[in-house]
């Protein structure tokens, strides 16, 4: 009669679940290009935390110093706790990443 679709791929779609994974990474990855083009913590540490709230992450914990750059979130239910870490190793600022991507 009708026909069955039948994914036997064993990988999920994109969806939901994958946005747990796929947001705070590019949110830790982004941070850690802001760190490193910048010469503060509290600016990038602020733009991080508009992202994650714009993101609808505002509930992840963020740590921010000039070395690491951890998020961490978890949603009650059946999602796992999610944690990416990033290290920001920089003597000075690199600008240039900065002006290479606005342009």
């Known amino acids: 009669m009708g026909e069955e679709s039948d994914d036997s791929s064993g990988v999920d779609p ?5 946005d747990l994974v796929v947001l705070p ?6 941070g850690k290009q802001m760190l490193e ?9 602020d733009r991080l935390r508009r992202l994650l709230s714009a993101a609808g992450l505002g509930s992840s914990a963020l740590d921010v110093t000039t070395s690491s750059l ?15 870490t990033r290290e ?16």
């Open 37 to 45: 083009s910048s010469t503060s913590v509290s600016e990038p540490r």
């Open 25 to 30: 990474a590019f949110t830790a990855e982004a």
């Open 70 to 84: 951890t998020i961490s979130h978890w949603r009650p239910g059946p999602a796992v706790p999610i944690t990416m």
């Open 88 to 103: 920001v190793s920089v003597t000075s600022p690199r600008l240039e990443r900065l002006a290479g991507a606005s342009a």
């Open 14 to 18: 994109p969806g939901p679940r994958a």
